[in-house]
């Protein structure tokens, strides 16, 4: 059901140090990196758990730079998942489409939910 989770970080290197410790004993390791974002997951796999920069370059908080990731099995349900969102009185927060900055399968969508929580619905196969 899940596919990642994201929460905001203040210093990311900093943060990211923090995380490489408490992730070492449970076998987790760097699986992504950038100037924006940091993620770990199990070895050769994606990366499950992610620290960011909020995009919107404000201060994170529980609020901002946090964001559930919902899994979906195929692209198809992820455009009709972001459609039901809208429909039901969600804010659109990123359009059904590839990004292939994460990787070269990453069909993604997000929204908010109606109390303003950060949801993005991704499937990780190719079509």
Known sequence: MYSHTTIGAN??????????AVFAPLGH??????????GWGAPGGPPQFLLA??????????????????QAPRRSAVDACHAAA????GTDEGRPGLRPHYHPNYYGAYFRDLDGNKICVV???AE
């Open 86 to 89: 809208i429909a039901r009185g």
């Open 123 to 125: 499937c990780h196969q």
């Open 53 to 70: 920069r909020p995009f919107n370059g404000e201060a994170p908080s529980v609020g901002n730079g946090a964001m559930i990731a919902l």
């Open 11 to 20: 210093d990311l290197a900093r943060a990211r140090a923090f995380y490489d």
């Open 29 to 38: 390791e760097v699986r992504y990196a950038d100037d924006m974002l940091v």
